[in-house]
């Protein structure tokens, strides 16, 4: 799918201003937004998103134009198809896993879902194996559960795209390594393109096939790393090629 991102953001407060000028330009499936917090990663997938809208520029994904500037067009964020898990997971507490899961297809108050949705809906809990988990509150979950039901609210509306900010950040070393494969497992099983934000080298090397590698504010270079197998990418990502990305 055809990612093209080209924007000018401006933000200040009493004591900094902070400019965003990002372009880049991609057809693979996997591309991984790397570099140090702070630098504008965040921003800029919050722009993908509708979160926050640029100065100036242009977004397209696929044959959708969803941001120009030029031409006054501006997507609502709701109607952008695009599925989003922030760093924190941003489950609601007072929710169970169900419901959590299953907000973006809630018809109103009380909660009710057509059959056909109850269906998708099981389908969702099965695949991110959260059936027994069904009527457990966030609380009462691990990270890497309570990642997996930031993942299934996120694709259960079926997204033309998957947008990922720092998802494995809170996650130890081991769990990074189990969910790094489950999401390239997720990624192949509903055949959808991922933006993923990160500044672990590991992760760059075991997932992306676009590296958009970030300095404060800007794109410093855009790098086409080797595609191994699963295995390879997981030796690859304790090589020099992944650490020299922090160079």
Not at 141 to 149: F, I, M, P, T
Not at 172 to 188: F, P, V, Y
Request: net charge positive; proline share 7%; glycine share 6%.
């Amino acid at each position: 799918m055809k990612i093209l991102v080209d924007i000018k953001k401006r933000l200040w407060s009493e004591r900094r201003v902070f400019r965003l000028e990002v372009a880049f330009a991609t057809d693979k499936d996997f591309v991984v937004l790397f570099g140090p917090s702070g630098v504008g990663k965040s921003l800029t997938l919050q722009a993908i998103a509708g979160l926050t809208t640029p100065d100036e520029g242009r977004i397209v994904v696929g044959e959708r134009t969803l941001f120009d500037s030029s031409l006054k067009i501006k997507v609502p964020a709701r109607d952008r198809n695009l599925g989003y898990v922030f760093q924190d997971y941003a489950l609601f507490p007072h929710l169970t896993v169900a419901q959590n899961v299953s907000f973006g297809l809630k018809q109103g108050w009380p909660w009710y879902l057509p059959r056909g949705e109850r269906l998708r809906l099981d389908e969702a809990l099965e695949i991110f194996e959260l059936t027994p988990l069904k009527y457990s509150l966030p609380r009462d979950l691990s990270g890497g559960q309570r990642q997996r039901v930031a993942l299934a609210r996120a694709l259960i509306r079926r997204p033309s795209l998957l947008l990922l900010d720092e998802p494995f950040s809170s996650l130890d070393a081991l769990l990074r390594t189990k969910m790094r494969q489950e999401l390239l497992k997720i990624k192949e099983r509903f055949t959808i393109p991922v933006i993923l934000i990160t500044h672990d080298p590991q992760d760059v090397a075991a997932l992306a096939e676009t590296v958009v590698v970030y300095e404060p504010g800007r794109v410093s270079k855009i790098i086409s790393p080797p595609k191994p197998d699963y295995p390879a990418r997981e030796r690859l990502a304790s090589s020099s090629w992944a650490t020299r990305l922090c160079a």
